[in-house]
């Protein structure tokens, strides 16, 4: 199976910036596609941004001009730049990989924007 670990969570004030990491056990040049997810309290998990292997990107209208995702194939490695960060984006962030018909998840990082 595919194993992702998260790195890079934490505490930020808002306008500040985080970048968040997903190490994966295997090429992600064999995993079809990979990205982000978070889940707030109180709410549905909800995708952040993706990317192919081909690197094509999909992100939430709601972090699109702030967030950026992009993967190193080398480090097996994909990326969340997060910037102008606001409390809204308060969350759980969750790597995913979805590679020969199943989805992967990582454990997920703990992500607070506060003053």
């Known amino acids: 199976q595919v194993q992702l670990v998260e790195s890079g969570g934490g505490l930020v004030q808002p306008g500040g910036s985080l970048r968040l990491s997903c190490a994966a056990s295997?090429?992600?040049?064999?995993?079809?596609?990979m990205g982000w997810y978070r889940q707030a309290p109180g709410k549905e998990r909800e995708l952040v941004a993706a990317?192919?292997?081909?690197?094509?990107?999909n992100y939430a209208d709601s972090v699109k001009g702030r967030f950026t995702v992009s993967r190193d194939n080398v480090k097996n490695t994909i990326y969340l730049q997060m910037n102008s960060l606001k409390p809204e984006d308060t969350a759980v962030y969750y790597c995913?990989?979805?590679?020969?018909?199943?989805?992967?998840w990582g454990k997920g990082t703990l992500v607070t924007v506060s003053s």
């Open positions: 995913h990989a979805y590679a020969r018909g199943v989805d992967y």
């Open positions: 295997e090429s992600i040049f064999s995993i079809y596609v």
């Open positions: 990317i192919t292997v081909i690197g094509s990107t």
